[in-house]
T-cell receptor
Framework: GAVVSQHPSWVICKSGTSVKIECRSL??????MFWYRQFPKQSLMLMAT?????????EQGVEKDKFLINHASLTLSTLTVTSAHPEDSSFYIC???????????FGPGTRLTVT | GENVEQHPSTLSVQEGDSAVIKCTYS??????FPWYKQELGKRPQLIID?????GEKKDQRIAVTLNKTAKHFSLHITETQPEDSAVYFC??????????FGRGTSLIVHP
């Protein structure tokens, strides 16, 4: 099956700094990538959807200036959490979808802890 | 937009019993319904999916049924095993091509 990687798997940063998370589709071209945030014992909350070469579409309530998303190629999307605060601590998961309009594949997630 | 309700939030069964998780959706244009299994700290993994032109799909111990008229779909796991313990999410994808996830069901299978 299709493989999506995510890096780093976990990161600890100080309040006020920025953190970049990478999401890569390893064996297929991802025309669409999704970024989710998941709190403990809760569902996946969609943050934004990005298509290669165009600006990301953010969900209501998600600050686009705080969560910068770049989908520069068909295999790479990045999420940068700018000026991180402790409340940004969460599990961030990306997923990617290829030319098929159906299946989407999830990355392993990144555990972000802001101290 | 699409709204997906999932029940129950927690399901506890004995090994060997069957487990059923139900979801309802609101957008009649939804045409794709995947189910994901997520173990603690890991990524959600697609376990089965169904498209709107099919009423039922089965894969070994797992089956999914879809009732388009009633706008609900269900996941059935037979002969449950302890390794089936995880959180299961349903999702529905409609005209926006962006799936909406249910809140999840924590399945606990007791040996």
């Amino acid at each position: 099956g299709a493989v999506v990687s995510q890096h780093p798997s976990w990161v600890i940063c100080k309040s006020g700094t920025s953190v970049k998370i990478e999401c890569r589709s390893l064996d297929f071209q991802a025309t669409t990538m999704f970024w989710y945030r998941q709190f403990p014992k809760q569902s996946l909350m969609l943050m934004a959807t990005s298509n290669e070469g165009s600006k990301a579409t953010y969900e209501q309530g998600v600050e686009k200036d705080k969560f910068l998303i770049n989908h520069a190629s068909l295999t790479l999307s990045t999420l940068t959490v700018t000026s991180a605060h402790p409340e940004d601590s969460s599990f961030y998961i990306c997923s990617a979808r290829g030319n098929s309009d159906y299946e989407q594949y999830f990355g392993p997630g990144t555990r972000l802890t802001v101290t | 937009g699409e709204n997906v309700e999932q029940h129950p939030s927690t399901l506890s069964v004995q090994e060997g019993d069957s487990a059923v998780i139900k979801c309802t959706y609101s957008d009649s244009a939804s045409n794709y319904f995947p189910w994901y299994k997520q173990e603690l700290g890991k990524r959600p993994q697609l376990i089965i999916d169904i498209r709107s032109n099919v009423g039922e799909k089965k894969d070994q111990r797992i089956a999914v049924t879809l009732n388009k008229t009633a706008k609900h779909f269900s996941l059935h796991i037979t002969e449950t095993q302890p390794e089936d313990s995880a959180v299961y999410f349903c999702a529905a994808r409609g005209g926006s091509y962006i799936p909406t996830f249910g809140r999840g069901t924590s399945l606990i299978v007791h040996p």
